[in-house]
Protein backbone atom coordinates (compact mmCIF):
# COMPACT_ATOMS: atom_id res chain seq x y z
CA UNK A 1 0.00 0.00 0.00
CA UNK A 2 1.26 3.07 -0.92
CA UNK A 3 1.86 5.59 1.84
CA UNK A 4 0.55 8.88 1.62
CA UNK A 5 2.49 12.63 3.03
CA UNK A 6 0.90 15.32 3.38
CA UNK A 7 1.16 18.57 4.83
CA UNK A 8 -0.65 18.73 8.64
CA UNK A 9 -2.37 21.98 8.08
CA UNK A 10 -3.03 24.53 5.93
CA UNK A 11 -4.93 28.26 6.07
CA UNK A 12 -6.72 30.38 3.34
CA UNK A 13 -9.61 33.22 2.85
CA UNK A 14 -13.03 33.10 1.60
CA UNK A 15 -12.62 33.11 -2.24
CA UNK A 16 -9.10 31.76 -2.79
CA UNK A 17 -8.09 29.03 -4.55
CA UNK A 18 -6.41 26.37 -2.10
CA UNK A 19 -3.88 23.36 -3.81
CA UNK A 20 -3.11 20.61 -1.61
CA UNK A 21 -0.53 18.08 -2.92
CA UNK A 22 0.07 14.80 -1.76
CA UNK A 23 2.94 12.52 -2.25
CA UNK A 24 2.63 8.92 -2.73
CA UNK A 25 6.22 7.31 -4.20
CA UNK A 26 5.51 4.15 -3.89
CA UNK A 27 2.30 3.92 -6.04
CA UNK A 28 1.63 0.49 -7.49
CA UNK A 29 0.16 0.65 -11.02
CA UNK A 30 -3.36 -0.57 -10.06
CA UNK A 31 -3.60 2.39 -7.45
CA UNK A 32 -6.16 4.94 -8.16
CA UNK A 33 -5.47 8.31 -5.70
CA UNK A 34 -8.93 9.24 -4.20
CA UNK A 35 -9.31 12.36 -1.92
CA UNK A 36 -11.64 12.67 0.56
CA UNK A 37 -13.08 15.38 2.82
CA UNK A 38 -13.86 14.95 6.71
CA UNK A 39 -16.11 17.45 8.96
CA UNK A 40 -16.00 16.72 12.56
CA UNK A 41 -18.11 13.90 13.89
CA UNK A 42 -19.06 12.93 10.23
CA UNK A 43 -17.69 10.02 8.27
CA UNK A 44 -15.41 10.91 5.31
CA UNK A 45 -16.76 12.39 2.06
CA UNK A 46 -15.75 11.44 -1.53
CA UNK A 47 -14.44 14.20 -3.58
CA UNK A 48 -12.74 13.00 -6.32
CA UNK A 49 -10.29 10.17 -7.63
CA UNK A 50 -7.82 10.23 -10.51
CA UNK A 51 -5.38 7.92 -12.21
CA UNK A 52 -3.28 9.88 -14.55
CA UNK A 53 -3.16 13.86 -16.02
CA UNK A 54 -5.98 16.17 -14.62
CA UNK A 55 -9.85 14.92 -13.58
CA UNK A 56 -12.23 17.89 -12.84
CA UNK A 57 -15.77 17.62 -11.31
CA UNK A 58 -18.21 20.28 -9.95
CA UNK A 59 -16.31 20.66 -6.56
CA UNK A 60 -12.55 19.90 -7.56
CA UNK A 61 -10.04 19.46 -9.27
CA UNK A 62 -7.10 16.87 -8.86
CA UNK A 63 -3.98 17.31 -11.08
CA UNK A 64 -1.76 13.86 -11.63
CA UNK A 65 1.94 14.38 -12.90
CA UNK A 66 3.17 11.89 -15.52
CA UNK A 67 5.02 9.64 -12.38
CA UNK A 68 2.21 9.96 -10.26
CA UNK A 69 4.33 10.46 -7.43
CA UNK A 70 2.31 13.04 -6.03
CA UNK A 71 -0.96 14.43 -6.81
CA UNK A 72 -2.60 18.06 -5.99
CA UNK A 73 -5.95 18.61 -4.53
CA UNK A 74 -7.28 22.07 -6.32
CA UNK A 75 -9.90 23.89 -4.63
CA UNK A 76 -11.88 26.88 -6.35
CA UNK A 77 -12.77 29.66 -4.42
CA UNK A 78 -12.98 28.52 -0.73
CA UNK A 79 -15.65 29.12 1.23
CA UNK A 80 -16.01 29.02 5.24
CA UNK A 81 -17.53 25.51 4.63
CA UNK A 82 -14.75 24.35 3.04
CA UNK A 83 -12.86 24.58 6.50
CA UNK A 84 -12.73 20.57 6.97
CA UNK A 85 -9.81 17.96 7.20
CA UNK A 86 -8.52 16.53 3.65
CA UNK A 87 -7.06 12.66 2.74
CA UNK A 88 -5.39 11.58 0.49
CA UNK A 89 -5.08 7.64 -0.51
CA UNK A 90 -3.84 5.80 -3.03
CA UNK A 91 -6.24 3.26 -3.19
CA UNK A 92 -6.08 -0.21 -5.32
CA UNK A 93 -8.56 -2.91 -5.69
CA UNK A 94 -7.34 -5.54 -2.70
CA UNK A 95 -5.15 -2.64 -0.94
CA UNK A 96 -6.11 -2.02 2.94
CA UNK A 97 -7.26 1.11 3.38
CA UNK A 98 -5.34 3.03 5.86
CA UNK A 99 -5.33 6.82 6.39
CA UNK A 100 -2.71 8.92 6.76
CA UNK A 101 -2.23 12.40 9.39
CA UNK A 102 -4.58 14.29 6.55
CA UNK A 103 -4.44 18.13 6.01
CA UNK A 104 -6.45 20.24 8.34
CA UNK A 105 -7.49 23.26 5.85
CA UNK A 106 -8.82 26.68 7.37
CA UNK A 107 -10.51 28.50 5.67
CA UNK A 108 -10.69 32.38 7.34
CA UNK A 109 -13.59 35.16 6.63
CA UNK B 1 -22.81 6.90 -5.53
CA UNK B 2 -22.76 4.28 -3.33
CA UNK B 3 -24.34 4.84 0.00
CA UNK B 4 -23.81 3.22 3.08
CA UNK B 5 -25.69 4.02 6.42
CA UNK B 6 -24.09 3.44 10.11
CA UNK B 7 -26.59 2.95 13.10
CA UNK B 8 -26.61 3.81 15.53
CA UNK B 9 -25.07 7.52 15.10
CA UNK B 10 -24.64 8.07 18.76
CA UNK B 11 -24.61 5.70 21.69
CA UNK B 12 -24.26 6.46 25.65
CA UNK B 13 -23.72 3.57 27.63
CA UNK B 14 -22.78 2.52 31.18
CA UNK B 15 -19.49 0.66 31.66
CA UNK B 16 -19.84 -3.42 31.54
CA UNK B 17 -22.31 -3.42 28.91
CA UNK B 18 -22.15 -4.10 25.53
CA UNK B 19 -23.05 -1.94 22.08
CA UNK B 20 -23.38 -2.82 18.57
CA UNK B 21 -22.97 -0.97 15.43
CA UNK B 22 -24.37 -1.53 12.13
CA UNK B 23 -23.00 -0.80 8.40
CA UNK B 24 -25.14 -1.41 5.72
CA UNK B 25 -24.50 -0.98 1.93
CA UNK B 26 -28.19 0.32 0.63
CA UNK B 27 -27.47 0.14 -3.20
CA UNK B 28 -24.79 -2.28 -3.64
CA UNK B 29 -22.91 -5.69 -2.35
CA UNK B 30 -19.72 -4.83 -0.31
CA UNK B 31 -18.04 -8.23 0.25
CA UNK B 32 -15.56 -6.71 2.15
CA UNK B 33 -16.03 -3.78 4.51
CA UNK B 34 -13.62 -1.87 6.89
CA UNK B 35 -14.22 -0.65 10.57
CA UNK B 36 -12.23 2.28 11.69
CA UNK B 37 -11.99 4.11 15.15
CA UNK B 38 -11.08 7.96 15.43
CA UNK B 39 -9.90 10.13 18.70
CA UNK B 40 -10.09 13.55 19.06
CA UNK B 41 -7.77 15.46 16.41
CA UNK B 42 -6.41 12.50 14.95
CA UNK B 43 -6.65 10.44 11.71
CA UNK B 44 -8.96 7.19 11.02
CA UNK B 45 -7.22 4.40 12.51
CA UNK B 46 -8.22 1.09 10.78
CA UNK B 47 -9.44 -2.18 13.30
CA UNK B 48 -10.68 -4.70 11.36
CA UNK B 49 -11.15 -5.45 8.16
CA UNK B 50 -14.42 -7.66 7.44
CA UNK B 51 -15.22 -10.31 4.58
CA UNK B 52 -18.79 -11.63 4.39
CA UNK B 53 -18.63 -15.33 5.45
CA UNK B 54 -15.67 -15.27 7.01
CA UNK B 55 -13.75 -14.23 9.86
CA UNK B 56 -13.10 -10.59 10.01
CA UNK B 57 -9.20 -9.88 9.99
CA UNK B 58 -7.79 -7.33 12.93
CA UNK B 59 -4.75 -4.83 12.42
CA UNK B 60 -2.27 -5.39 15.56
CA UNK B 61 -3.25 -4.32 19.15
CA UNK B 62 -6.98 -4.32 18.33
CA UNK B 63 -8.41 -6.67 20.73
CA UNK B 64 -11.25 -9.51 18.97
CA UNK B 65 -12.98 -10.44 21.65
CA UNK B 66 -13.40 -6.89 22.42
CA UNK B 67 -14.75 -5.74 19.57
CA UNK B 68 -16.83 -8.57 17.72
CA UNK B 69 -17.17 -7.91 14.05
CA UNK B 70 -19.58 -9.81 11.63
CA UNK B 71 -20.42 -9.80 8.10
CA UNK B 72 -23.08 -12.10 8.14
CA UNK B 73 -25.18 -10.88 4.58
CA UNK B 74 -23.41 -8.78 1.65
CA UNK B 75 -24.73 -5.78 2.75
CA UNK B 76 -24.60 -5.87 6.77
CA UNK B 77 -21.21 -6.03 8.73
CA UNK B 78 -22.17 -5.18 12.97
CA UNK B 79 -19.20 -4.14 15.46
CA UNK B 80 -20.09 -5.12 18.91
CA UNK B 81 -18.14 -3.44 22.00
CA UNK B 82 -18.37 -5.71 25.05
CA UNK B 83 -17.92 -5.16 28.02
CA UNK B 84 -17.21 -1.64 27.32
CA UNK B 85 -14.92 0.94 29.27
CA UNK B 86 -14.55 4.44 29.44
CA UNK B 87 -11.80 4.46 27.14
CA UNK B 88 -13.50 2.68 24.33
CA UNK B 89 -15.36 6.07 24.21
CA UNK B 90 -14.70 7.18 20.32
CA UNK B 91 -16.52 7.84 17.26
CA UNK B 92 -16.41 4.70 14.66
CA UNK B 93 -16.26 4.60 11.50
CA UNK B 94 -17.47 1.73 8.90
CA UNK B 95 -16.79 1.69 5.05
CA UNK B 96 -17.37 -0.51 2.26
CA UNK B 97 -15.22 -0.97 -0.81
CA UNK B 98 -16.64 -0.52 -4.36
CA UNK B 99 -17.01 -3.71 -6.23
CA UNK B 100 -15.08 -1.90 -9.34
CA UNK B 101 -11.65 -1.33 -9.69
CA UNK B 102 -11.01 1.62 -8.79
CA UNK B 103 -10.77 0.33 -4.76
CA UNK B 104 -13.36 3.77 -3.67
CA UNK B 105 -14.00 3.25 -0.38
CA UNK B 106 -17.92 4.65 0.55
CA UNK B 107 -18.24 5.62 4.34
CA UNK B 108 -21.11 5.78 7.12
CA UNK B 109 -22.37 8.52 9.04
CA UNK B 110 -20.03 7.43 11.94
CA UNK B 111 -21.38 6.49 15.78
CA UNK B 112 -20.27 8.28 18.78
CA UNK B 113 -19.91 6.09 21.74
CA UNK B 114 -19.56 7.99 24.78
CA UNK B 115 -19.16 4.59 27.40
CA UNK B 116 -19.92 6.13 31.37
Known amino acids: LAKTTQPISMDSYEGQEVNITCSHNNIATNDYITWYQQFPSQGPRFIIQGYKTKVTNEVASLFIPADRKSSTLSLPRVSLSDTAVYYCLALGGSYIPTFGRGTSLIVHP | ?116
Open chain 2, 1 to 116: GAVVSQHPSWVICKSGTSVKIECRSLDFQATTMFWYRQFPKQSLMLMATSNEGSKATYEQGVEKDKFLINHASLTLSTLTVTSAHPEDSSFYICSARDPGNTGELFFGEGSRLTVL
